[in-house]
């Protein structure tokens, strides 16, 4: 749950739900950013999201960074990613 | 004039600007080895120091990856109360399973949530009884499920600090623009700063400096720590997540003690911005605001430390809705997730660590988090286990 993960911004849904297409490690979803509007998001952006929530704007190298020390983390990470497939905000 | 000083500060923030930058070096053990030496030159000799890593993040890298090893023995890490599902008590959460249980209710909840125990059983034990809950990757997520079940009311647990409170109070404000009259959020989010100033007040433990949260902060910013170094005269840095931002971090703190300095310094900048989210803030006091009081596991009652929703959302608001017993539950007797959770004692010092409680059948909520401190000791702990092994001979 606290797992901030990184992703990718595809595509800024406007939609009016604060939307945008992520992809994270290969999954695709939607998630809100609306807490980062301030940062005028836009296709390929990297973003850190917490449940589902981007929270924080990082560049690039942060992202692959963390991706890599989430990835050694092992059943926290495969939990966290079972998880995202999962979700479907829409 | 202590070696320390020899050691320039400049040299150490260049690890952040250029050599932390690229992932294989994330990895990089001689790194490590150098800031471990640069620890080791700044302590001063026969002093012990005390460090409270704050967060269950920062916990789980420092014995996944065996930091302490990196570190002199002179320097003790100190696990902090930074774990949301550790903190809950059990009244809470035997107060969520009793609306859980009512059969027009579909509660939704964190995965994590799932085996923290009750008084009565966990999400677990009542899902298995029947009890209608699911997991949810976001409380946005819970949404969804409101709108497929018009005849069910939903509920979501909520828990965590302020990382995840913003999730929370946009939920609730997408659930008001949606028109959504069946959703609602039990409210259990907790606030970072009370927590560590009761533990500032607490005469069990003496500390020399803390290891800051990272992803709260991105939040809250760093200025709320300010209070620390100004009136109890501890440095604070706030911390990034990789093993070589722990070892810098401490190395950080030691410099500002060498230094006769104790100030709120930001080793997370590449997250965390001094001034925190603004907008997440702006939300979550939209929709959420002080509780007078709230009880802590372990931590007992702390003055305005957890967040309620406002009277202006009372209608997604589960406690303004359910009756729910509100009964405050005592913690097992064996069990001391209170000790652990104030650094007053490590994990494996508890009595039932490893033994009765694990993560397979936790009694404490430590054991059930992976970022818990128990958890984190009884996967990673490497040393300790022998420790825990000589501890359970005598």
């Known amino acids: 749950m606290c797992l901030g993960i990184p992703g990718q911004v595809l595509e800024v849904l406007n939609d009016g739900a604060d939307l945008a297409k992520v992809d994270v490690s290969g999954v695709r979803r939607k998630v809100n950013i609306g807490l980062l509007e301030h940062e005028q998001l836009g296709a390929g952006d990297w973003v850190l999201i917490h449940v589902g929530f981007a929270l924080s704007k990082i560049d690039e190298n942060e992202a692959e960074a963390t991706l890599d020390m989430l990835k050694g983390m092992g059943q926290a990470y495969t939990d966290e990613m079972d998880a995202l497939r999962e979700s479907m905000i829409e | ?394």
């Not at chain 2, 959460?93 to 008084?119: E, H, K, L, N, Y």
């Not at chain 2, 709108?147 to 659930?175: C, H, Q, Y």
Request: charged share 20%; aromatic share 10%.
């Open chain 2, 1 to 394: 004039m202590t070696y320390a000083s020899k050691i320039d500060r400049e040299q150490i923030t260049h690890y952040k600007g250029s050599l932390m930058r690229f992932v294989d070096e994330f990895r990089d053990a001689e790194m490590a080895q150098v800031l471990s030496a640069q620890i080791m030159s700044l302590c001063e000799p026969g002093r012990q120091y005390k460090f409270m890593e704050v967060c269950g993040g920062h916990t789980h890298t420092i014995y996944k990856h065996g930091l302490e090893d990196y570190l002199p023995n002179t320097v003790t890490l100190v696990h902090g109360p930074g774990c949301p599902v550790c903190v809950i008590p059990m009244g809470r959460v035997d107060d969520a399973i009793f609306i859980a249980t009512r059969p027009d209710v579909i509660m939704t909840t964190f995965g994590d949530m799932m085996r923290v125990p009750g008084g009565r059983g966990s999400f677990f034990d009542a899902k298995a009884q029947g009890a209608d809950i699911r997991m949810v990757y976001s409380p946005l997520d819970s949404l969804r499920i409101a709108k497929d079940n018009p005849d069910k009311r939903v509920v979501f647990m909520a828990i965590g600090f302020e990382t995840t409170a913003p999730s929370s109070a946009m939920t609730v404000l997408r659930a008001k623009a949606l028109g959504l009259d069946n959703f609602s959020i039990f409210c259990n989010h907790v606030t970072i700063i009370p927590a560590i100033k009761a533990i500032l007040d607490s005469p069990d433990l003496r500390l020399d400096g803390f290891i800051g949260p990272g992803h709260v902060s991105t939040v809250i910013g760093c200025r709320p720590y300010e209070f620390i170094s100004r009136q109890y005269a501890k440095p604070l840095v706030t911390a990034g997540f990789e093993p070589l931002d722990i070892l810098q971090s401490i190395a950080m703190i030691l410099v500002q003690l060498d230094q006769g300095r104790c100030e709120v310094e930001n080793q997370y900048t590449r997250v965390v911005p001094w001034n925190g989210n603004p907008r997440a803030l702006e939300v979550i006091s939209e929709v959420m605001e002080l509780r007078p009081y709230f009880e802590w596991r372990g931590l007992g009652f702390i003055s305005h430390s957890a967040l309620r929703v406002r009277d202006a959302y009372a209608d997604f608001d589960a406690e303004q809705i359910f009756e729910m017993p509100g009964v405050r539950v005592a913690d097992p007797k064996a069990c001391q997730c209170g000790e652990v959770l104030k650094g007053v004692l490590k994990p494996w010092e508890c009595k039932v660590f490893g033994t009765a409680c694990t993560p397979e059948t936790p009694i404490g909520t430590c054991m059930v988090s992976s970022e818990g401190a128990c958890a984190a000791y009884y996967n990673f702990g490497r040393f300790t286990r022998e420790r825990v092994k000589e501890a359970t001979r005598t």
